[in-house]
């Protein structure tokens, strides 16, 4: 079994305009996933938005996202799968309404 | 391509084997033609490491090199390669047990059973041509694992520099072991996507060849020929895809025409004014056997309504006596089922054939805004085509000087300039 990291990037801008329903039907949409893949899933949370967010680059501290882009890093789940077919199966999944998913497998290092 | 039985691990043949070097050399390049992807597949199966599994087969054709002239040929020769080839990495992972602990390796089911050599190359090339790698990555792997290529050939059929191209395998490698792309054939589900994957990599191979991206010929006969080789080594494995069945024909159907595509001295020769002839009648009658398979199903796959056009240009006659309604048909139904602007854009030349260059070029306009289109260089060659038809010379000449900036096939450009100098 190997460890992918699912980062989901969504248009921020749906989530600061939308209403309570629409926080409900992703809320509903993420405890299904949860469920129906609660032997894959190692862990996972949610994210504030970028406004929110504090970059450092060479010891400078300054307000924001690392990059600025249209669809920002909102969660992630850690899960556990045989291959990447069957960790994209899981990522497919993943509520992701205003944007998509990126898999990332987790670097194995020697145990030695 | 030689059948399946011929590759079981059994006792060799006995007779008087001819062991002559020229013979043996021959003996051992046919045996990288034919054979290297059944090699390779079944080695890295042992290896689980595509590197290691390349450069154990590459030591079993050096060997074969010797042992052939010693002994003869063997009567299977991919079942001693492969024996050979898989001793030699069984050794090598011996050797360099704890040092190849550390390394991620391809993800591979059970083990198989000892006894025999099953045929691994659905899994190699289901491996190549896995979604997760670019689609220029996917022809280089398939070309390499599967065909045999060298990087060097890979990177002249794509016009890269051979480092490009290098990197270009070792980064796609690299992510098959690191991101866990399996060695295995889909399931059941998955499998008609991932099939479709692996036949837009063989007929992008085959267009490459067909007309030359760039450079002195017009058709790459090597490339053709793999791509050939890849469809009938698909049709061998997946007996019962019609994608497959109609991709098969498609390559056939086409090719059939290649001998009367150029003239004595290397220029371009359209269809209408090509020696029928000397079509290829042995891959038209296989060719139209399998497009008539390959229409049973529905929906039509995407080759198989391709090969079937090709199949009715094969068949006319004569340039005039083409059933250009029966093509426009056809071109509705791929269009409907396939969409993509450069089936519209053929249908349109197809219409100007049925109905008159006006309605085409009516066809035609409606396609100037297509993104895909915009430097698509047989957009101006089709409008040059039909201005020219309608008198409309001024007009024609700047569709073809339009066309020319678009091909850099040297065939392909002196026939259009050909034409702007006729108009």
């Known amino acids: ?38 032997d894959a899933i190692v862990g996972g949370e949610a994210l504030q938005p970028t406004p929110t967010a504090t970059s450092i680059r060479g010891g400078v501290v300054t307000d924001g996202a690392f990059a600025e882009t249209k669809e920002a890093l909102g969660g992630y789940y850690l899960i556990e799968a045989a291959d990447l077919d069957a960790a994209l199966a899981i990522a497919k999944q993943v509520p992701a309404e205003f944007g998509g998913v990126e898999v990332r497998p987790l670097m194995v290092f020697d145990q030695q | 391509m030689t059948g399946s039985d011929s590759r079981g691990a059994g006792p060799r043949a006995g007779g008087a084997p001819d062991r002559s070097a020229t013979a043996v050399a021959e003996a051992v390049a046919a045996a990288h033609r034919r054979e290297w992807g059944f090699v390779l597949a079944a080695t890295a199966r042992v290896t689980r490491d595509l590197d290691l599994a390349e450069e154990c087969v590459q030591d079993a054709y050096a060997k074969a090199l010797t042992a052939w002239a010693e002994s003869g040929v063997p009567e299977r020769p991919a079942a001693w390669l492969t024996t050979v080839a898989r001793n030699r990495a069984l050794d090598l992972l011996r050797r360099e047990a704890a040092l190849r602990s550390r390394l991620p390796l391809l993800v591979v089911d059970a083990p198989e059973p000892e006894h025999d050599i099953p045929d691994e190359r659905l899994r190699l090339i289901f491996t190549c041509c896995h979604p997760a790698l670019a689609l220029e990555a996917q022809v280089a792997l398939t070309l390499r694992l599967l065909c045999g290529l060298t990087t060097a050939e890979v990177a002249r059929a794509f016009l890269v520099s051979e480092p490009t191209m290098a990197a270009r395998i070792t980064r796609a490698k690299k992510k098959i072991t690191g991101a866990g792309i399996p060695y295995r054939v889909p399931d059941s589900e998955d499998l008609p996507q991932r099939v479709e994957a692996v036949l837009t990599v063989v007929d992008l191979v085959f267009t490459t060849g067909h007309t030359a991206p760039s450079g002195a010929d017009l058709v790459r006969a090597d490339l053709v020929g793999r791509a050939l080789g890849l469809a009938r080594m698909l049709r061998a494995l997946l007996p019962g895809d019609a994608g497959v069945a109609g991709l098969l024909a498609h390559i056939l159907l086409t090719d059939a025409r290649r001998a009367t595509r150029v003239d004595a001295r290397g220029r371009l020769v359209l269809l209408k004014d090509q020696d029928r002839g000397l079509w290829d009648r042995e891959a038209i009658a296989q060719g139209r056997a399998l497009v008539r398979e390959a229409l049973r199903r529905r929906p039509p796959t995407r080759f198989a309504l391709m090969a079937a056009i090709a199949a009715v240009h094969d068949e006319a006659p004569s340039w005039e006596e083409t059933d250009w309604r029966e093509i426009v048909g056809l071109y509705d139904v791929l269009l409907r089922y396939h969409p993509s602007p450069i089936a519209a854009l053929n249908r349109a030349v197809a219409v100007s054939f049925a109905e008159g260059a006006e309605a085409g070029l009516a066809e035609l306009d409606e396609l100037v805004l297509e993104p895909q289109l915009a430097s698509y260089g047989y957009v101006g060659a089709a409008r040059g085509d039909m201005l020219a038809r309608l008198g409309r010379r001024d007009e024609a000449r700047v569709a073809y000087e339009e066309a020319l900036l678009f091909t850099a096939n040297e065939v392909e450009r002196e026939f259009l300039a050909a034409r702007v100098a006729d108009l």
């Open chain 1, 1 to 38: 079994m190997s460890k992918y990291l699912v980062l989901i990037y969504e248009d921020e801008t749906a989530y600061a305009t939308g209403d309570a329903a629409l926080f409900q039907r992703v809320m509903d949409a993420h405890n299904k996933f949860g469920a129906d893949n609660k």
